[in-house]
């Protein structure tokens, strides 16, 4: 893994790297963002830098990972010695037995690299009794080891804990950086990997998650009911036109979830006409690959009827969740919007 690969995030990147170069880098750090922007990834970057055999400079990165050495390669398959990873268990949490065995391991020198880096993934996993142990070594680490604590909570986290690391903020990504990830890593098309960016938040995770729906017939069935109401006033109509957004599915929780990710599609895009209403100045668009037609529709939904529609559509969403009927909360935000 190297920085030059990770999509986004190009001022952390730039100041971790020029860290690294001049030996300034923290040794406890903590990075705290959404889920699925990339935070894993770039501990990973900052493990196989530090621990590079062949490291070069490459555009505005002061120093970077080849990819190529047999370290790096150890790295990105995780087993090189001197890289630890923990991850939470199959109950949900990180227990303070491997925390201590982890600690007792960064005290000696490292095995093979030239620096130990710790990775705790989703470090908010930790219970209680294992922060603290930690708290000792976060503040005064081993002089040949880093610890790189990656959270999406970090606020649950002690404030001791935080206290002790130097915090790296990540924000979501761009909706065209998810679609590259998608695109180049995952294999998606460009269609399906744009649809699926829409309504991902600007998070490739979430993005993934959905891959066994078919989020772009979703964004289809969104943009379709978006033009039958844009000017149909007749209620009885509106219902007729909700079965866009309970889809095919009938049995089981798949209804659910069809018209969960047809919700999702439908509030990006109403988004985007909310957007088109402001004008000028206003974030790129989620859906900038249908602009032509969103701009088509925004004669009919101008800024206040996006936005009450917008809120209508997470209202629906909300409900969902709470396990209202799918074909009762399709009916209801049809009618809404």
């Not at 002061?62 to 990105?76: F, L």
Request: glycine share 8%; charged share 25%; net charge positive.
């Amino acid at each position: 893994m190297t920085f030059r690969g990770l999509v986004g995030h190009k001022r952390l990147l730039t100041l971790l790297t020029h860290a690294i170069a001049r030996g300034t880098l923290p040794p406890s750090l903590l990075l705290a963002g959404p889920r699925g922007v990339g935070k894993r990834r770039v501990a990973t970057a900052i493990a196989a830098t530090l621990n590079c055999i062949h490291t070069r400079k490459i555009d505005r990165l002061e120093v970077d990972a080849c990819g190529e050495c047999p370290s790096c390669r150890r790295i990105a398959r995780g087993v090189h010695p001197d890289v630890i990873v923990l991850e939470p268990s199959d109950t949900g949490t990180i227990k303070i037995e491997p925390v201590r065995d982890v600690i007792d391991r960064a005290n000696y020198r490292p095995f093979e690299g030239r620096r130990r880096v710790v990775i705790v993934d989703e470090a908010d996993a930790l219970v209680t009794q294992a922060q603290n142990a930690l708290l000792k070594t976060l503040e005064e680490p081993p002089s040949a080891s880093v610890f790189v604590l990656v959270s999406s909570m970090a606020d649950t986290l002690l404030p001791t804990v935080r206290s002790r690391c130097r915090p790296l903020r990540f924000g979501e990504l761009a909706s065209a950086e998810v679609v590259e990830v998608l695109v180049r890593d995952h294999q998606y098309s460009e269609s399906d990997a744009r649809a699926a960016a829409a309504e991902a938040g600007g998070s490739v995770g979430l993005a993934l998650e959905s891959r066994g729906l078919d989020v772009g017939e979703a964004r289809e069935a969104a943009q379709r009911l978006l033009h039958q109401t844009a000017r149909m006033p007749d209620p009885a109509r509106r219902i007729v036109a909700a079965q866009e957004l309970v889809g095919k599915a009938t049995t089981g929780n798949r209804d659910r979830e069809y018209l969960g990710i047809r919700l999702r599609a439908l509030a990006s895009l109403l988004r985007d006409l909310g957007l088109l209403a402001v004008g000028a100045g206003t974030p790129p668009l989620a859906n900038a690959d249908l602009e032509a037609d969103l701009r088509g529709l925004s004669s009919a939904f101008d800024r206040e009827r996006a936005t009450r529609a917008f809120a209508a559509v997470d209202e629906a969403i909300a409900a969902l969740e709470r396990n209202a009927g799918p074909k009762v909360v399709a009916d209801w935000v049809v009618l809404q919007i």
